[in-house]
């Protein structure tokens, strides 16, 4: 395997967005090929018993087993680390495998977390009910107030966890803010950036130590595999994750690496394409529905935070009907729009947080979060905007909005 000659980090490095999701990490191998290779293999075979012995010593460069790397993968994670910024990246078999391996690899018991409010369910499952089982105290803020990380903070403090945009209540956090806080008192923090991909926001332009995303939503963008990853400085990549995760296995297969690399390279164009789709939906939705939570919108209390945050809308927000009965009518009267809790795709989809991604969620911690029960959360496509509005105009009419 080889880079093509002048493909160096160096040189790399140095390249803009655009070049890095279409050649950043790029290997090839004897053959030449333009696209990247897909390799299928769980291991690697030696010249000879030295060889494998050095590999496994460090002393040798050379991949020994698809747990801990394989070129496909390694690949997606150099592509993945160019674009955020990261000096490195490990991807997991999904977002949640993720998360945890980001917050598991570098806590231990005695130690204190604090996490945001809104957040994914399974994120805050994590923080209420996994993190806590082996000894790690939790401390939920509504993470829009950065005084509230601050306030939080104990002697034992290692990390700050949260999302933005959060899911499904849109909250913004202020990066800026919340990571100096945290560099203050020695806290890491880790930053579920899944919303807004690299592509729209680079939460280590602010500060942040440690991005994590579910690499499921806009970065395979078409609804095909699952996967994660984890970004952060070589030292923490390294010296603090690779020894949790090479140990545990939460390995991305090669397949879903290709397919993802694959998806990044349109990630940019899909994106933009998207925000504006999801732009011109908000704005017919802000007249007919009691309540909507998107920050792109001019009218949303954290509008300037956000546009100093993120380069554009983003494809998801949520909006809120008159309770459960009203936000199920409004479901099942769409003929475009596809009932379904996936995010990030390209075809448009809609979701009853209360019932589905936050069922998990107690009905108190639910409110705690603002995931009400009439809230329902829009991935907008790339389908025509006009055909979508049109779906939407007349399943709020049959649902009596
Ligand atoms: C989907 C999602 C996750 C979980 O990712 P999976 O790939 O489904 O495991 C985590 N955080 C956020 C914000 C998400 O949207």
Redesign the pocket.
Known sequence: MKRRTGQDRSVTRNWKPATQAIRGGTMRSEFGETSEALFLTSGYAYDCAGDAAARFAGEQQGMTYSRLQNPTVQMLEERIALLEGAEACRTMA???AA?TAALLCQLQQGDHLVGGRAA?G??RWLTDTLLPKFGIETTIVDARDPQQFEDAIRSNTKVFFF?TPA?PTMDVVDLEAVCAIAKRHGITTVV?N??ATPALQRPMEFGADVVAY?A??MMDGQGRV?A?AVAGSEDFINNVLLPFTRNTGPTLSPFNAWVVLKGIETLDLRIRRQSANALQVGRFLEGRVPRINFPALPSHKQHNLFTRQMDDAGPIFSFEVEGRSQAHALLDALELIDISNN?GDSRSLMTHPSSTTHYGVSEEKRIEMGVTEGMLRLNVGLEDPEDLIMDLDQALGRAGL
Request: aromatic share 12%.
């Open positions: 999904t977002g949640m998360m994914f399974s994120c999302e899911n579920d899944a919303f579910s499921t939503k699952l994660g995010i």
